[in-house]
């Protein structure tokens, strides 16, 4: 097995911390105990680093594609008010949470293993088998998620650039992870906290709410 994430740590970045934020049937906002059933790195053109996470909610077959660097291969991005400050990507913090709620250790302690799996092919337009890195501790691990409905443009690309379209759809993203039985999130567990409350709060403020994310 190989850790293809181990460079990617928390070292020097700063503390991550829970906030409240304001075809394919998108699932209602709320929070879900999901089973992951894939969980598999992969690369953009640009060189932006991924992990696409395959959950079983309810009746659901849910997925997402997670950006966790980007094209440059970092996981942080400068903090606008104090450049010295490092402040981790929120898909990099959202999949390391998952690995620490799923397995107790953090993504760059993820053992990874060359598996065939069925991903989209752009060419082919249907999904072939390819050989990719599968984080294998997390598959079958049960979790807590925090998903939000959003609406958002739909875009097409014109030149170099993605453009809006004037249509919309709602798509959804994991915007918390937490730990069945506590309810905890990694914030509340690392910072000694008796019981979990913050999601209590995050379902009373957005449950079956959509986000409005277009331009």
């Not at 934020?21 to 680093?49: K, N, V, W």
């Not at 077959?61 to 450049?83: A, P």
């Not at 807590?144 to 379209?165: A, M, R, W």
Request: aromatic share 6%.
């Amino acid at each position: 097995m190989s850790h293809i994430f181990g460079n990617l740590t928390y070292d020097g970045l700063e503390e991550a911390q829970d906030r409240l934020g304001g075809g394919y049937q998108a699932l209602e906002t709320d929070a879900y105990p999901a089973i992951i059933t894939m969980a598999y790195a992969g690369q953009a053109a640009s060189g932006a680093r991924s992990v696409t996470v395959h959950a079983k909610i309810n009746d659901t077959d849910y997925r997402e594609t997670i950006y966790i660097t980007n094209k440059k291969g970092e996981n942080f991005f400068l903090n606008k008010d104090d450049n010295t400050k490092k402040v981790p990507l929120p898909g990099f913090t959202t999949i390391n949470d998952i690995c620490l709620v799923g397995t107790g250790a953090p993504l760059c302690d993820q053992p990874t293993e060359d598996k065939l799996v069925k991903i989209w092919d752009k060419d082919e337009r249907k999904e072939v088998p390819k050989s990719v890195p599968v984080l294998v501790d997390l598959i079958g691990k049960e979790i807590g998620l925090g998903i939000l409905n959003s609406l958002t443009d739909v875009n097409e690309k014109v030149g170099n650039d993605y453009v809006p379209t004037g249509k919309t759809r709602n798509e959804n993203n994991i915007e918390k992870v937490y730990d069945l039985g506590t309810r905890m999130t990694v914030v509340e567990a690392v910072n000694d906290m008796e019981s979990g409350a913050f999601m209590d709060a995050w379902v009373e403020r957005n449950k079956g709410q959509v986000r409005d994310n277009t331009s």
